[in-house]
């Protein structure tokens, strides 16, 4: 079983910058990828970047393209996201997750979920 605990959430300016981090124990020997997915107030959870266990592939949705970076510390089985220029509709609770899957986001579906982190970005 793969348990992970995201952190670093947080109010944050429009144009700020903020990274979340999450750890990940357990079964991670089994992991195959890892991401990142976002939910809004009143909408459906929605990817934001996926990154495979050797960082040898990584996707971003278009709206955090060249604003986000996903990254990974196997060493510490932690996965990162530097999020840069940060837009109010940037605002929701971000998720961390694992999967057995590729990290094409066609794919990858999240075997695995963490609580999530809080992330405001005020005007």
């Known amino acids: 079983q793969v348990q992970l605990v995201e952190s670093g959430g947080g109010l944050v300016q429009a144009g700020g910058s903020l990274r979340i981090s999450c750890k990940a124990s357990?079964?991670?020997?089994?992991?195959?990828?890892m991401g990142w997915f976002r939910q809004a107030p009143g909408k459906e959870r929605e990817f934001v970047a996926t990154?495979?266990?050797?960082?040898?592939?990584?996707y971003y949705a278009d709206s955090v393209k060249g604003r986000f970076t996903i990254s990974k510390d196997n060493a510490k089985n932690t996965l990162y996201l530097q999020m840069n220029s940060l837009k109010p509709e940037d605002t929701a609770v971000y998720y961390c997750?694992?999967?057995?899957?590729?990290?094409?986001?066609?794919?990858?579906?999240?075997?695995?979920w963490g609580q999530g982190t809080q992330v405001t970005v005020s005007p």
């Open positions: 357990g079964g991670t020997f089994n992991i195959y990828a």
């Open positions: 990154i495979s266990w050797k960082s040898s592939s990584i």
């Open positions: 997750a694992a999967d057995f899957r590729p990290a094409d986001p066609r794919i990858f579906k999240g075997a695995y």
